[in-house]
């Protein structure tokens, strides 16, 4: 398992951008897809983004398609989520996550580190 930071996070009007970054310890890194979740206010958590170990296939849930890019540093060890257009919808504590899976996962039962979380807040 990895440890997973994220920051990032804070207040916004609707229509802003937002670069949210997790870094993460270890050594094998680059061996782990990422994700990005969210979690609103008195909903369940869901899945926003995921990137692939290796080649780096991207894959995001439809309410951020074309918004939201994420994207990864090997060097750094590092997995970003850059938010443009953000609606008030978009407020949530976003959580990172690391899976041994390949591929592009996307179930949370699918990533076996996570992080603490960052808040978004969008204000209308």
């Known amino acids: 398992q990895v440890q997973l930071v994220e920051s990032g996070g804070r207040l916004v009007q609707a229509g802003a951008s937002l670069r949210l970054s997790c870094a993460s310890s270890g050594r094998t890194f680059s061996t782990y897809s990422m994700g990005w979740f969210r979690q609103a206010p008195g909903k369940e958590r869901e899945f926003v983004a995921t990137?692939?170990?290796?080649?780096?296939?991207?894959y995001y849930s439809d309410s951020v398609k074309g918004r939201f890019t994420i994207a990864r540093d090997n060097a750094k060890n590092t997995v970003y989520l850059q938010m443009n257009s953000l609606k008030p919808e978009d407020t949530a504590i976003y959580y990172c996550?690391?899976?041994?899976?390949?591929?592009?996962?996307?179930?949370?039962?699918?990533?076996?580190?996570w992080g603490q979380g960052t808040q978004v807040t969008v204000s209308s």
């Open positions: 990137i692939s170990a290796s080649v780096g296939i991207t």
């Open positions: 996550a690391a899976s041994s899976i390949i591929s592009t996962p996307t179930q949370q039962w699918q990533y076996s580190s």
